[in-house]
């Protein structure tokens, strides 16, 4: 072998070791994608807007990770931000979904979007972004607004100092008032001295940042609140009834709470109740399906709202042969009744002694001309 021959080997094998060594050297650059690796989704629409319900209502989204894609969204939507009150939950391989459910008119809903990556079978679920949107029609001048009602937190719930309060209230009217609610808070229920006050805009709760509760108020102290609509140019529609909260320090003594409370009676709405035994722990139950709640138990009442699926309520009463379930209306507000099929629901706790609802009076069918075309 000559000098030359043998010089271009070794240098031959030489590069081809530099090249080995830097490969073995080298750190895999493989990005793991996984749910703790999923990022939010962005620019949500709708989002503090007014939607058209004539129509189904689209949600759309972006994505921006182009290295970790989700195999599929998770959308949540509901009248409460926090997921406090149930919602319903559909899911979308795109980022867009025409919500297949119909929605309330002059209501606030929120909903959420949740990138989710499947692994090895194993459904994992990332960051969620919220949104919100209301329905129309927007009220016009003139319309009657009527009054709120306190939904959350329950009369007289302590809270301590360091969290932050969510006060909720749903409007029954069956507009979105053109302006904004007003939400008052005092140590008085007269309010004669408010504490707070805040518009809301078209949103219908208002949370307290702890940083207030622990700035103002007075630990062992009961403080009223209530909220009402307040139109543009026009009169402000009337108070909520006054509902209560008290501040207590987790561990403090607080005498407030050792008082025992004053039990309210549940509004009845047209029905009247047959007195039965207590029922000493409410039955509830959950929609298995969409489910229509009516002004009485036969499809020949009218629907008043809708139980969607999922959701649970408390069972306030029955008609005599326990078929049809008298429960508060899903999305009106709290003192509003109707009633859903028990059918399609599923039932929980004891129901034997829930007290039987006296229903009103079917409605009376106009009978069609003889010329008319029957209706199924």
Not at 234 to 241: E, H, L, R, Y
């Amino acid at each position: 072998m000559s000098n030359k021959t043998r010089n271009g080997l070794l240098a031959g094998i030489f590069l081809l070791t530099i090249f080995l060594t830097a490969c073995g050297g080298q750190q895999d650059t493989t990005v793991v994608c996984g749910a703790g690796t999923l990022q939010a989704a962005a620019n949500l629409t709708p989002s503090d807007v007014v939607v058209d319900t004539s129509k189904p209502v689209t949600l759309s989204w972006t994505y921006s990770d182009p290295n970790c894609q989700p195999t599929y969204y998770e959308i949540v939507l509901g009248v409460a931000h926090d997921g406090s009150m149930p919602g319903t939950t559909q899911a979308s391989q795109t980022t867009s979904l025409d919500w297949p459910e119909a929605l309330q008119p002059g209501n606030t809903y929120f909903w959420t979007v949740y990138p989710v990556i499947v692994t090895n079978g194993q459904a994992g679920r990332g960051p969620g972004q919220l949104g919100y949107f209301y329905t129309g029609p927007v009220c016009a001048a003139g319309d009657a607004l009527l009054t709120p009602q306190a939904i959350t937190p329950p009369d007289g719930t302590p809270f301590d100092p360091s969290a932050g309060i969510t006060l909720r209230w749903d409007d029954p009217t069956a507009c979105l008032p053109d302006g904004s609610y007003n939400v008052q808070v005092a140590k008085t229920a007269d309010f004669s001295a408010a504490l707070y006050a805040s518009q809301t805009g078209h949103i219908t709760e208002l949370s307290l940042a702890s940083g207030w509760t622990t700035d103002v108020v007075t630990d062992c102290t009961r403080y009223y609140w209530r909220a009402r609509a307040e139109p543009a140019g026009a009169d402000p529609g009337p108070w909520s009834a006054t509902s209560s909260f008290i501040i207590n320090q987790v561990g403090g003594a607080c005498p407030l709470l050792d008082a025992t409370p004053t039990a309210k009676p549940i509004p009845t709405a047209t029905a009247t109740l047959v007195p039965q035994t207590p029922v000493s722990a409410p039955a509830s139950l959950q929609a298995n399906v969409n489910v229509n709640c009516r002004r009485g138990p036969s499809a020949e009442y009218p629907i008043l709202d809708t139980l969607y699926k999922s959701w649970s309520s408390r069972i306030y009463g029955r008609n005599e042969d326990s078929t049809w379930w008298y429960i508060n209306s899903p999305n009106i507000a709290i003192g509003y009744y109707c009633w859903v099929w028990g059918g399609a629901v599923t039932v929980t706790g004891d129901t034997s002694q829930v007290p039987i609802v006296q229903p009103p009076p079917p409605p009376t069918v106009t009978p069609l001309p003889p010329t008319a075309t029957p209706v199924q």
